[in-house]
Structures are given as C-alpha cells and as structure tokens.
C-alpha cells in the first residue's frame, strides 16, 4: 500500500528522484575527483614502491624533496635491521624536443647498483638504462607532451644528450601534468644543476617488519624522519587536505550537494504527505496504529532514497569512464569511502524527510479528515 500511494503520483515520485539523484551524482563526482587528486598526488610513493622513506621532516609532498646530506645513506645503511638502502634523485628537469619545442619533466633517478623501483617496461630492456645518454620514459596521459617518443628518440636536456631505451607503464599517473623520465642516480645528479646534496630521499628495505620501530628511531636521532609507505602518502594527502584550499573547496561543495538534495526531497515528500493526508487518515480511522503509519511513511523515504542513491552512483560511474576515455588526465577515482560517505549522506536525507511527514501524519485526526 505504501509503494503504490508512492507511485500513484508519478510527477512528485520522479521529482524526489531526479532531486535526490541530482545530490548524489554530486557528493560522489565531488569526492571522486579528491581521491582520484590525492592518489596522484602519492604517484612516486605508490610507483616506486618503497617500504619506507627516509626524508628531511621539512617534506609535505612528494614534489618537494629536500637533499639529504651524504651521511644520511651511509648512516641508514649501518642501522640494525635494515636490509638494504638506497638514494633516489627526484627533480624537474627541461628538455627541448626534436621539433624545438620544450617540456618540463620529472626526473627519477635510480640507484645505479640495484634500480631499485624501476617501472615496469612495455619496450626495451631495463639493462640499456646503463647506456651513455639512455632514458625510460613513462607511457601515461603525459606521454603525449614528448611528442609521442620512440625507442632511440633523442633530445637534449640541459645540453646533454638523451635518447629513449625504453617505455615503461606504472600504476599511477602524476598530479600536475608532467612527464616522468626515469635513468641512474649518478647520471641525473651530472646532467642536472642541484645542491651540494643530491638524494631527495634514502629509500629502506626493512629485514623485518618488526625492525621499523627501531629503525624510526634511529633515523629521527639523525634529525631526519623516517615514513613507512602509508604514512608518506597520508602526509601528503593531509598537506593537500588541510594546507591547501583543496579540501576546503570539495567539502563546501559536498555540503552543497547534500543541501540541494535534503531541500528538494524534503519539499516534495511534504507536499506528497499533505496531498496525501486524507488517505493516512483514513488508514487511521479503520484501525492503522501509528506505528504502521509510521513505517509506512520510512518505507517510502527510504525506498526512494536508495533508488535515487543507486541510479546517483550510476551516473556518476558513467560520467567518470566517459571523460577517462575522452580525458586521459582526468584523475577522479571512485572509492568504497565515496560510496559510503554518499550512502550515509542519503540516508540523512531520507530520514529528515520521513520525520517532516511523520510529524503531519502523527497529528492527523480521522474526525477532521471525514468532517471536512
């Protein structure tokens, strides 16, 4: 009975859908496209795919590593329970194309004795990378901005020599649009202008998980910090959280969404109520508790609730894989966390727009409503 006086109205049924709908789409679009920034923003973190960071404490982001004095490596190497370590150079670096033209890229340089954290190639061997002038290039939504280069494509940078040996995939593309080139730490700290330090960070591999406490430990007597690959990517998501207008801007946004929503489905399920009432009185009058009343009137609200949350996250997934196609840097990713902070978000809605009604219907009085 409570679904077919809520379907009986089809323009009030449709017009708490598309409004709820509407809401949801947002919540999970806005939310969406912050995680899918956030990951990217952990793009080296998550490629590289060290167990833990050694770093100045000064770093929020993976962007902006601070050189680490020579010491640092050696000292990490001689902590108990440390396997292995190794420094990785991170910098930007200009290179002109063989059209002329420049391009800034991100430049990753790998422990020459291990390569450690070496993507994973599509073409040539890992192996050439020792070759004079020899560069890896990343095949993601940047790709492109090289000029679509092949194996044995040369250009210059900081008027060196450079030449394509292989092209490499990883899982994550980087944030601000940049390609990435990856070759040996000692070749990146000559071709490229740097400090008097040259590791961006000492990358650790740990015996055991057991030795990470005492390794932390060590390393923070150093003066330096010293981040497990999660705590690396929660630092930076929290620097682009808190510390950026960021975060600010999609929670305003997503409390938007969840207003426009909880306006529109409150509006519309009160008119549907007082349109309604003389039904409800009726049930009343023949002997319907409140309590059925009630649950009558939840049903309806959360029934239209999750419909209009499903067709929401639908759409939503829709858009996203349409522009992924059509925009190779867009970066929003839906994640279990969207999912259920828009779940939790329309329940809201449904409950606030049940309790408007039940209110009414609570109140109503058979005699008024057969008196009238």
């Known amino acids: 009975m409570a679904f077919k006086l809520l379907v009986n109205d089809k323009g009030k049924f449709f017009a708490l ?6 809401s949801v789409f947002l919540m999970v679009m806005m939310t969406s496209m912050f995680a899918g920034i956030l990951k990217r923003a952990s793009a080296t973190v998550l490629n590289v795919g060290a167990k833990v960071w050694v770093m100045d404490p000064a770093v929020n982001n993976v962007a ?6 020579d010491y640092v490596l050696d000292a990490a190497r001689s902590i108990q ?17 063989r059209n002329g033209t420049y391009q800034a890229v991100t430049i990753l340089g790998l422990d020459d004795a ?5 993507p994973e ?12 002038n020899a560069f890896v290039v990343v095949k993601d939504s940047e790709f492109s901005k090289l000029d679509n280069p092949k194996i044995g494509t040369e250009f210059e940078i900081n008027d060196h020599r450079g030449m394509i040996v292989g092209i490499a995939k990883v899982n994550t593309s980087g944030l601000f649009g940049i390609p990435t080139l990856y070759t040996t730490y000692n070749r990146a700290i000559t071709y490229i202008p740097s400090t008097r330090f040259t590791a961006g960070y000492v990358l650790v591999e740990p015996k055991t998980e057991a030795a990470l ?4 430990a060590e390393v923070t007597k150093l003066g330096y910090e010293a981040l497990t ?8 998501s929290d620097f682009y959280t808190y510390h950026t207008g960021l975060g600010t801007n999609v929670m305003l946004m997503t409390v938007i969404s969840f207003l426009v929503g909880l306006s529109i489905s409150g509006q519309t399920f009160y008119t549907f109520i007082l349109e309604n009432l003389e039904k409800f009185g009726a049930l009343k009058a023949i002997g ?10 939840l049903f309806q609200a959360v029934f239209t609730a999750l419909t209009a949350y499903g067709l929401g996250v639908g759409l939503a997934t829709l858009m996203i894989t349409v522009a992924r196609l059509r925009l190779p840097d867009y970066a929003a990713e839906i994640t279990y966390f969207n999912l259920g902070l828009a779940f939790v978000m329309v329940l809201v809605i449904a409950a606030i727009s049940s309790y408007i009604g039940i209110r009414k219907v609570i109140r109503i009085e058979p005699f008024d409503i057969f008196r009238g």
Do not use: C, H, Q
Not at 64 to 69: A, T
Not at 114 to 118: N, Q
């Open 17 to 22: 859908l598309i409004g709820i709908t509407f």
């Open 64 to 69: 902006s590593s601070i050189p680490l004095p």
């Open 81 to 97: 329970g440390v396997k292995y370590a190794v420094p990785l150079y991170s910098g930007a670096a200009l290179v002109k194309l």
């Open 114 to 118: 291990s390569l450690f954290g070496r």
């Open 121 to 132: 190639l599509l073409e040539g061997n890992i192996a050439d990378i020792y070759a004079e």
């Open 213 to 216: 406490p005492f390794i932390k």
């Open 229 to 236: 690959k999660d705590e690396f990517i929660k630092k930076i």
């Open 288 to 297: 319907a508790k409140g309590s059925e009343l009630i649950a009558m009137i």
